[in-house]
Every structure is written in structure tokens, then in C-alpha cells.
């Protein structure tokens, strides 16, 4: 089997999301309390994946190096969209629901796993043209 680099490092790319995306479940799973039905790294989890979702057709055709970024920040406002939400519901200011959610809620291991795993995944998925080329998207030089 022939791999030649751009292959093996979209290999790593989607191995380390994988890992990143099972941390970021083991931080929701390990965070979570059931007694006082708090779910924040599930509903990190969730939102991320929702925005992301739906960011990525949007950026899709976007040079690799701006749609990376765009895919970053939408990976932020799905985490930071159901935290928002609750603190609304709850009637409590944003930031004491944050900071909250960060030292009780796992969002200090599920955000940045999160973000980091929607990053390697769209290095994994998205190949590197250099600008200007019109090789097609998925063709091997």
C-alpha cells in the first residue's frame, strides 16, 4: 500500500480526533451529575456538533487556512450556545453559568477536547490545494 505524506498525516489528523472526541465523552460522562440533572459536556458536546454541522458545507470551498478558522468558531458558539441557553432558562447572568459549567460542569476538559477534535477533523477531511490550484478536490498528484 502506498501512502505518501499528505495520506499519513490525514491519518494522524483523524486518529487524534478520534481521541480528542472520546475525551471530550469521558470528560461529559465523567462530569456529569445526575442527582442535580446537570448534562453540561453533553449539551457542549451536542452544540458543537450541531454548529459545526452546519458550518462546514458554508466554509466548505473556502481556502483551507480561513474555513479552519471558521470551523474553530463555530465549534466555540456550539459549546458556548446550550450554556447560554440554560443560563437564560435559569435566569442567571452568563458569565457565573460559565464559570460554573468550567469548574463543575467539565467544560474545562470537554471545550478544549472539542475544539481541538473538530480542528484535526478538518484537516483529516479537507485536503490542502495550494491557492490558485484546480486540482480536484480528493485527487492525488
Known sequence: MNMNRRTVG??????AATACFGLAVWGAYISSMPEFRVYDGY??????F???LVAA???WRWPRE??????AAATVIGILAPLA???????MPLR???????????ADLVAPALIIG??????AVREYRPHGSRVAHGSSR
Not at 43 to 48: D, F, P, R
Not at 66 to 71: E, G, M, P
Not at 118 to 123: A, G, I, P, Q, R
Open 10 to 15: 490525514r491519518n494522524l489528523a483523524a486518529l
Open 43 to 48: 449539551w457542549m458536546i451536542l452544540g458543537a
Open 50 to 52: 450541531v454548529t459545526t
Open 57 to 59: 458545507p458554508l466554509v
Open 66 to 71: 480561513l474555513s479552519l478558522v471558521a470551523i
Open 85 to 91: 441557553i440554560s443560563a437564560a432558562r435559569l435566569q
Open 96 to 106: 457565573v453559568r460559565l464559570l460554573g459549567s468550567w469548574v463543575l460542569g467539565g
Open 118 to 123: 473538530f480542528m484535526c477533523l478538518w484537516f
